[in-house]
Nanobody, 129 residues
């Protein structure tokens, strides 16, 4: 699976932004997907994940209520809607995909990077105060 993240940019505090992650390759297989982010001098952190079906999601506790993950399998695309953005949300955002498994509602439980086998190149989000 090849992943291409897009939609980042420079916004003001309180603005919204929608990231996209386009998948290509073995897209007929079922796989969970996620978003991670990494700010300068910080470790990569989990943002959100979604099952193949879209029915099951997982969020970082600190981001619940502001970020919404979704996917459109017909378009092989995953999204991250980010609302009420804050300067501390500034980071490179990466999309990732788990290895394909034949389970509709599976989300990797730990929210850590090693649960995911495929990674996109990242898109920069900068939130000014």
């Amino acid at each position: 699976v090849q992943l291409q993240a897009s939609g980042g940019g420079l916004v003001h505090s309180g603005d919204s932004l929608r990231l996209s992650c386009a998948a290509s390759g073995r897209t007929f297989s079922k796989y969970a997907m996620s978003w991670f982010r990494q700010a300068p001098r910080k470790e990569r952190e989990f943002v959100a994940a979604i099952s193949w079906s879209g029915r099951k999601t997982k969020y970082a506790e600190s981001l619940k209520g502001r970020f919404t993950i979704s996917r459109d399998n017909a378009k092989n695309t995953m999204f991250l809607q980010m609302d009420s953005l804050k300067p501390e949300d500034s980071a490179v955002y990466y999309c990732a995909a788990d290895r394909p498994i034949d389970v509709d509602d599976y989300v990797p439980p730990l929210g850590v990077s090693y649960e995911y086998d495929f990674w996109g190149q990242g898109t920069q989000v900068t939130v000014s105060s």
